[in-house]
C-alpha cells in the first residue's frame, strides 16, 4: 500500500495543473488517461496487479457515473480465466528427401510455434502445400481440390487469397482459420510460411525477436485451454529462405508459388515429396483478470430487456524493452487508456443528459485485447445476459487523438444497419467516414468488435480517419508511439478526445432509442456465417 501511495504522489501532486487552460470535460477526460496512462500502472499488463487496480478504479467510476454493477452475481467483475502460452525452446525442424535430412536453422529458416493445448507437439509426416488453406464456398475456392492430406502436415502461406474482399480475407488468414480447415481433412500438423504480403509488412526478421512472446486465450471449465473448433499442432512459421529448402527438389518450384503469391493469382498446390520430422515445446501457464461491466438500465418496459454494449480494452503491453531515454514503461495513453476514458465520459453523458435509454446499455472494459481479443472473446462466448438480447456492439479502441479530425474508419459499418446509424450522427458533426485505408493490415479481425461479429452480433469499432491532418498524424502516432514507452498522456489533444466521446455517446443513444434493433445486411459474409440476424 506504501509503495503505491509513493509511486501515485507525482501524479496527485500534479493534479491541479492538468485542469489550466481545460474545459471541464476535457479535464474529466484527461484526468481518467491521467491515472491508467501513469507509471504507476506500469502498463496494465494482462495478469498484473496493476491491471487490477485499474480495473477497480473504472468500476468506481462506473458508480460515479451512475451505473450498477452488470457482472455476476452483483459484481462489477466478470472473472476471466486464461491460459497463457510461450515457446519453451527453439524446437527442431528437419527435412528428409531422398535418404538425405536437411536441418532448418531457427531464427533464419523457422521458428518453432507455441501451441495452447499442448506442451510437447512432435509429428513426423509428409509435406503437402495447400496454397493459403482457404475453403470458400461462396467464392468457389478450395485450396485442398484434389489434395489427400489425412495424415500429413499442411504447409500453408500466412495469408488468403486476394481475391477475396479485404475483411473477408482478414478472417480466412487468421491461423485459427487455416488450422481448422486443415484438421478438418484429417492433416496432423500445420506449417505456415510468409508470404509477400507479411514480409512487406512484418517480416520474418522482425518475428524472430517476438519468439518466446507470450499468446493467451481463455480456460473452458476443465482449466485447459479454449478451442473455438478443430485445429491441429502448429510447428512452425517459416521464413521465405525456409520455404525455398521445404520446396527443394520438389516438382512444385517455391519461385513460381511466391510469384503468384505477389501477383494475387491463385496458388499452385501438391505433395512436396519431403517428409518434415518437427519438434515443439510449449510453456503453458494459467491466471487471471477480470472483464469490468457496468450497468445502465433502460426505460422502454418492451424494449428494457435489450442491450447496446459500449466496449473498450483495459490492458496493455506492461513493461518492455527501455527506448532510448531508458524509460521501460509502455503507459498505454492512446491504446487503450483513451478509448477506456471515452467509455466511462459516454455514461457520464447519459447520466448527464437526464434521460434514460429506451434499451439497457452494457459498458464493458474487457481485458487481454493485446493477447488476442481474449477479454471480449469471452464475454461474447459467455455474456452476463442473455446472447440474443445483445443487439450491437460499439468499440472505442485507440483512437488517435492528435489532430482535428474530419472522418472516422468505422469497422465493420457498411455490414449491419450500424453503419446508416454512424454515417447520420458522423453528418450532423460534420464528419465522414472513410472505409479502412489499410485494408492489408487486417485491421477488421485485430479489434474486440470482432468478438461480437463471430456471435453473430452486429458491431463496429470507431477511430478517427485520414482526412485534412489525419495521414500524417496517424502515420507519425504509429512509427513512433505505437506500443513504445512515449504513448503517454502528454500526446493527447483532450478537445478532439471529447468530440469522440459526444460521436460515441450520440451513436450509442441512437442504436438504444431506436424502434428496431439493428440487424446484419442481407447477404452479408458474417452475418451468414455466424447466423446474424437478418443476414439470410
Not at 429 to 434: A, C, P, Q, R, W
Request: charged share 20%.
Amino acid at each position: 500500500m506504501k509503495k503505491l501511495l509513493i509511486a501515485l504522489l507525482p501524479l496527485l501532486a500534479a493534479g491541479p495543473a492538468f485542469a489550466q487552460g481545460l474545459t471541464p470535460a476535457e479535464a474529466a477526460l484527461k484526468a481518467h488517461v491521467a491515472f491508467l496512462a501513469s507509471d504507476a500502472m506500469k502498463g496494465r499488463d494482462t495478469g498484473s496487479p496493476e491491471l487490477a487496480i485499474a480495473e477497480q478504479y473504472v468500476a468506481a467510476q462506473m458508480l460515479a457515473a451512475g451505473l450498477k454493477p452488470g457482472g455476476p452475481n452483483g459484481s462489477w467483475l466478470q472473472p476471466v480465466p486464461l491460459v497463457s502460452y510461450r515457446a519453451a525452446d527453439h524446437g527442431s525442424m528437419v527435412l528428409k528427401r531422398g535418404g538425405v535430412s536437411t536441418p532448418l536453422e531457427w531464427g533464419k529458416d523457422y521458428l518453432a510455434r507455441a501451441n495452447s493445448r499442448l506442451a510437447e507437439a512432435t509429428v513426423t509426416a509428409p509435406v503437402v502445400f495447400a496454397g493459403y488453406g482457404v475453403v470458400d464456398k461462396a467464392s468457389g475456392i478450395d485450396a485442398y481440390k484434389g489434395l489427400d492430406v489425412r495424415g500429413k502436415i499442411v504447409a500453408v502461406i500466412r495469408d488468403a487469397p486476394h481475391a477475396l474482399p479485404s475483411e473477408v480475407r482478414a478472417h480466412y488468414g487468421q491461423i485459427e482459420e487455416q488450422s481448422r480447415f486443415a484438421a478438418e481433412r484429417g492433416a496432423v500438423g500445420i506449417l505456415f510460411i510468409e508470404g509477400t504480403t507479411r514480409h512487406a509488412i512484418f517480416p520474418f526478421e522482425a518475428t524472430v525477436g517476438l519468439w518466446d512472446t507470450a499468446g493467451m486465450t481463455w480456460a473452458d471449465v476443465d482449466g485447459k485451454a479454449h478451442a473455438a473448433g478443430p485445429s491441429v499442432p502448429s510447428l512452425g512459421y517459416l521464413s521465405i529462405a525456409g520455404a525455398e529448402k521445404l520446396f527443394a527438389g520438389a516438382k512444385l518450384k517455391w519461385a513460381d508459388v511466391l510469384a503468384a503469391d505477389k501477383a494475387g493469382k491463385p496458388l499452385p498446390t501438391g505433395a512436396l515429396a519431403v517428409t518434415a520430422d518437427a519438434v515443439a515445446h510449449t510453456e503453458i501457464k494459467t491466471l487471471s483478470a477480470n472483464n469490468v461491466i457496468g450497468l445502465l438500465e433502460g426505460s422502454d418496459p418492451a424494449l428494457r430487456g435489450e442491450y447496446v454494449v459500449l466496449s473498450a480494452h483495459l490492458d496493455h503491453v506492461g513493461v518492455g524493452k527501455p527506448d532510448a531515454k531508458g524509460d521501460t514503461i509502455y503507459n498505454g495513453a492512446m491504446d487503450n487508456a483513451a478509448g477506456t476514458a471515452s467509455m466511462l465520459e459516454v455514461a457520464r453523458a447519459f447520466q448527464a443528459s437526464g434521460k434514460a435509454p429506451r434499451r439497457s446499455v452494457l459498458f464493458v472494459a474487457v481485458t487481454a485485447e493485446e493477447k488476442g481479443l481474449v477479454g471480449s472473446d469471452y464475454f461474447a462466448a459467455k455474456p452476463v445476459v442473455p446472447a440474443s438480447a445483445i443487439v450491437a456492439d460499439v468499440n472505442l479502441d485507440m483512437p488517435i487523438l492528435t489532430y482535428k479530425f474530419e472522418d472516422l474508419v468505422v469497422y465493420g459499418a457498411d455490414r449491419t444497419a450500424i453503419g446508416p446509424i454512424v454515417a447520420k450522427v458522423a453528418a450532423a458533426e460534420g464528419v465522414t467516414l472513410t472505409p479502412d485505408p489499410t485494408p492489408e493490415e487486417a485491421s477488421f479481425v485485430r479489434s474486440d468488435h470482432y468478438s461480437f461479429v463471430r456471435a453473430g452480433i452486429p458491431a463496429v469499432s470507431l477511430e478517427p480517419g485520414p482526412k485534412g491532418p489525419g495521414k500524417a498524424a496517424i502515420e507519425d502516432f504509429l512509427e513512433h508511439h505505437y506500443h513504445q514507452p512515449s504513448d503517454e498522456v502528454t500526446l493527447v489533444d483532450f478537445s478532439q478526445g471529447v468530440r469522440f466521446v459526444k460521436l460515441n455517446y450520440e451513436i450509442a443513444r441512437a442504436i438504444a432509442d431506436g424502434d428496431k434493433r439493428p440487424t446484419w445486411n442481407k447477404g452479408d459474409f458474417f452475418g451468414l456465417l455466424y447466423k446474424g440476424l437478418g443476414a439470410k
